[in-house]
């Protein structure tokens, strides 16, 4: 069964702008959550979609959004980009409870200049 | 407030010698509990889980953690450390009200010495 799949691997964006990131979680998992992973905060959780809907958010600003699919993929947006939304962004799957294994992606590394 | 705490950074260790990674939570309810090692560049692979039952938890590579109500504890081990073991290890509390939402404590590296 194939992994957890995230594109692009590695990402440079400028100031002010905006970048989308994407997941394709394991097949037969409806549960995607986005985690940012820095030097000084270490892994914080973004948020987490379930059958197409926000279940859960995380402490960060509007600026980081997201969305899922029918297909369960799943993509998460940061506009107007700042030098500290440079991070590692790692997304992981699961079927569907918290008792569930979550899966994670090999991550996107995202630097803004 | 919620909290998980790993209070070492940095741990390095010989190969063949025992490992043990401390982990200490700060939550109202029971919570689930989790060890993810990460190797350089990679994502997160889940070592082992705890929700309940035998508070002894085995893990695959040969790991295992013991969950310490008392304590607030969920200390992994290893009796003995092999050279690919080197990475950085995280614990992670859910609990059943925030769905699959994870709190991650911050870390700790392990470095194995030949």
């Known amino acids: 069964k194939a992994g957890v799949t995230q594109t692009p691997r590695y990402l440079i964006k400028t100031r002010g702008q905006q970048v989308t990131l994407s997941c394709s979680p394991i097949s037969g998992h409806r549960s995607v959550s986005w985690y940012q992973q820095t030097p000084g905060q270490g892994l914080q959780f973004l948020f987490e979609y379930f059958s197409e809907t926000q279940r859960n958010k995380g402490n960060f600003p509007g600026r980081f959004s997201g969305r899922q699919f029918s297909n369960s993929r799943s993509e998460m947006n940061v506009s107007t980009l700042e030098l500290g939304d440079s991070a590692l962004y790692l997304c992981?799957?699961?079927?569907?409870?918290?008792?569930?294994?979550?899966?994670f992606g090999p991550g996107t590394r995202l630097t803004v200049l | 407030a919620q909290s998980v705490t790993q209070p070492d950074i940095h741990i390095t260790v010989s190969e063949g010698a025992s490992l043990e990674l401390r982990c200490n939570y700060s939550?109202?309810?029971?919570?689930?509990l989790f060890w993810y090692v990460q190797s350089p560049g990679q994502g997160l692979q889940l070592l082992l889980k705890y929700f309940s039952g035998d508070t002894l938890v085995q893990g695959i590579k040969g790991f295992e953690a013991e969950f310490k109500r008392s304590q607030s504890s969920f200390n992994l081990r290893k009796p003995s450390v092999h050279w690919s073991d080197a990475a950085e290890y995280f614990c992670a509390v859910g609990v059943r009200a925030a769905g699959n939402k994870l709190t991650f404590g911050g870390g700790t590296r392990v470095l194995v010495k030949p």
């Open positions: 939550y109202g309810a029971t919570p689930y």
């Open positions: 992981a799957s699961s079927i569907e409870r918290p008792t569930d294994t979550q899966y």
